[in-house]
């Protein structure tokens, strides 16, 4: 197979703009510039999904409910994809060390929340995670309306996507509330 000197160039002037482009990458997403809004949403954003892996790896050991572990795995995979999307716009290396102290955002539970989730088994954990997990929910589709209306294509595109998933499982995790015994 013989590359022609076009198809080169056209390659080396890829892969020095695609270096270029990683050079910036603390502060632009492929669409574009991140303002203040999206950075703020951002670093808002990964903490607070980090409390709902938190609250995810508890259903493993803690629930042998298969439809509370099934929405588990589903939330882990979705926000530990979305983590490290937006760990890579803010350029930061360890996308799964953010810690969630002293964090009063919306959704988030208290620290007293957490170890009674964690301290619960069975039906009392099923119930306290479905409840604290729309909660958590319905507070990122609140801080996600800062960015509905980004500028920044792939930020606008991640809210959406967000606000449409998270929707939906605070729809199936009331079904699941409604169908627990007592």
């Not at 013989?2 to 080396?12: C, E, H, N």
């Not at 950075?39 to 050991?61: G, V």
């Not at 800062?146 to 729809?171: F, R």
């Amino acid at each position: 197979m013989k590359i022609s000197a076009k198809a080169i160039a056209t390659i080396g002037l890829s892969l020095s703009l695609l270096l270029s482009g990683c050079a910036n990458q603390s502060s632009e997403t492929a669409s574009g510039e991140l303002s203040s809004v999206d950075e703020m949403f951002l670093e808002m954003m990964i903490p607070h999904h980090d409390q709902a892996l938190e609250m995810s790896h508890l259903a493993e050991k803690n629930t042998s409910n298969p439809e509370i572990l099934a929405l588990a795995k589903a939330i882990d995979e979705e926000q530990h994809k979305e983590i490290d999307l937006m760990s890579s716009w803010l350029g930061e290396k360890d996308s799964h060390s953010h810690g969630h102290e002293g964090h009063t955002m919306d959704g988030m539970l208290t620290p007293e929340q957490m170890t009674a989730l964690e301290q619960a088994k069975d039906g009392e954990f099923d119930r306290l995670f479905l409840e604290g997990m729309i909660l958590h929910h319905e507070g990122a589709i609140e801080m996600t309306q800062m960015v509905v209306g980004s500028n920044n294509q792939e930020v606008k595109e991640l809210a959406d996507s967000i606000i449409k998933s998270q929707t939906a499982q605070i729809e199936q995790m009331k079904q699941l509330l409604a169908s627990l015994p007592g």
